[in-house]
Structure formats: structure tokens, C-alpha cells
T-cell receptor
Framework: AQSVTQLDSQVPVFEEAPVELRCNYSSSVSVYLFWYVQYPNQGLQLLLK??????LVESINGFEAEFNKSQTSFHLRKPSVHISDTAEYFC?????????????FGTGTRLQVTL | NAGVTQTPKFQVLKTGQSMTLQCAQD?????MSWYRQDPGMGLRLIHY???????DQGEVPNGYNVSRSTTEDFPLRLLSAAPSQTSVYFC??????????????FGEGSRLTVL
């Protein structure tokens, strides 16, 4: 079984400030990790993913996440947020192989960026 | 570039009524799935399909039926709606059924209210 814990349901932050959204996971097999973003009244979009190789992965809009196997974490960070980053962010884990593998989502963190 | 299309976007039902949420994708994806999103609970998998004619249950299948007669379509049926099924429903697909590293592509969601 696999699970994802997002410790913060809401994170308020001022524009241009740094932010970290926390994600911890548990799994009995090797995992693949994802961050999805959901803008208001839209579906989810993939932000970034870790499959293998470098433990630091980046998105095209300045977010980054680091896979830490010893701490079973995959925290999302951005050094300077913008108003347009206001959204809900979901961490997800995929494990197992073949068609038995499924994506398990965390409960989400709502990032609210204000001036 | 239609991607994943869900209809209707909004629906209000009375307890005991039945309805079908439609999902269609034009990307020739093998894998299709239905999630429900509830506040504080993230996204939970209802049913999924790894190809035409093949469906399986997810985490919360009770009260829902699915079928996959074509690659493109994956409708979700509520046979007798209950207030507990008030939620936002998302259809998602990915190219290959066995690729748990693959990105899920989401529709824009269907907001269902059961009175």
C-alpha cells in the first residue's frame, strides 16, 4: 500500500517571498513522485515529476522538488512566488508495476499568494 | 487539441435519480480513470480502465458503474444518487496502461450536487 501526506492544507505567502510545500510518502516498493497543480475551476496539470536519476527536479515556471529517500519526502519549493502561483497543489505517488500501479494523491495544499 | 472532455460541467440531482457523466479523449490513450475530489480528502480513484472492454475498481467504487466499449469513451454511471456523492468528478487518461511513470491528463471536471 502507498500513501501521501501533505502536512499543510493552506499556505499563505506574500508575493516574491519563498515558499515550501511539504509532502511525505510511504510505499513498500520503489516509487515515482509527482506534483500536480490545480488552478481555480480547472483540472489538474502536471507540474513536475521524479522518476529516477537526479533527486532535484524542476518545472518550467521556477518550482523545484527534491526527492529524499531517507526522509521519504518530496517537498516543493519556489524561491520567489508570484500572484499567478495561487492554486492548489497535490503531491502524488505511483508505485508497483504494470497495470496494477495507480496514482495516489495527497489531500492538497492551497497556496494563497497576496501582495 | 480537445484532450479530455467531460460533460456536463454542472449537474443537480435529487436523491435516487440516475445519471451518466460522460468522458471522451481524443489522444488514443489506453488508460482512463475517474476520480472524485472532496474538500480535505484530495482525489480518490473510483474506477479505471486499461483498455476497451476492461475495467476495474479503485478506492471508492460503491454506487458507481463504468464501461469501456471504445478506446475514446469512459462514462461513469450513478444508478441511484445519494447526497454522499456530491462532489467534483474528474476523468483522467494516460497513453499506456502499464506506464506508471506517465503523466495523467485531466478533464476540467464535473460538479455534481445531490439534494
Amino acid at each position: 500500500a502507498q500513501s501521501v501526506t501533505q502536512l499543510d492544507s493552506q499556505v499563505p505567502v506574500f508575493e516574491e517571498a519563498p515558499v515550501e510545500l511539504r509532502c511525505n510518502y510511504s510505499s513498500s516498493v520503489s516509487v515515482y513522485l509527482f506534483w500536480y497543480v490545480q488552478y481555480p475551476n480547472q483540472g489538474l496539470q502536471l507540474l513536475l515529476k521524479y522518476l529516477s536519476g537526479s533527486t532535484l527536479v524542476e518545472s518550467i515556471n521556477g518550482f523545484e522538488a527534491e526527492f529524499n529517500k531517507s526522509q521519504t519526502s518530496f517537498h516543493l519549493r519556489k524561491p520567489s512566488v508570484h500572484i499567478s502561483d495561487t492554486a492548489e497543489y497535490f503531491c502524488a505517488v505511483s508505485g508497483g508495476t504494470g497495470t496494477a500501479s495507480k496514482l495516489t494523491f495527497g489531500t492538497g495544499t492551497r497556496l494563497q499568494v497576496t501582495l | 487539441n480537445a484532450g479530455v472532455t467531460q460533460t456536463p460541467k454542472f449537474q443537480v440531482l435529487k436523491t435516487g435519480q440516475s445519471m451518466t457523466l460522460q468522458c471522451a479523449q481524443d489522444m488514443n490513450h489506453e488508460y482512463m480513470s475517474w476520480y472524485r475530489q472532496d474538500p480535505g480528502m484530495g482525489l480518490r480513484l473510483i474506477h479505471y480502465s486499461v483498455g476497451a472492454g476492461i475495467t476495474d475498481q479503485g478506492e471508492v467504487p460503491n454506487g458507481y458503474n463504468v464501461s469501456r466499449s471504445t478506446t475514446e469513451d469512459f462514462p461513469l454511471r450513478l444508478l441511484s444518487a445519494a447526497p454522499s456523492q456530491t462532489s467534483v468528478y474528474f476523468c483522467a487518461s494516460r497513453p499506456r496502461a502499464d506506464a506508471n511513470t506517465g503523466e495523467l491528463f485531466f478533464g476540467e471536471g464535473s460538479r455534481l450536487t445531490v439534494l
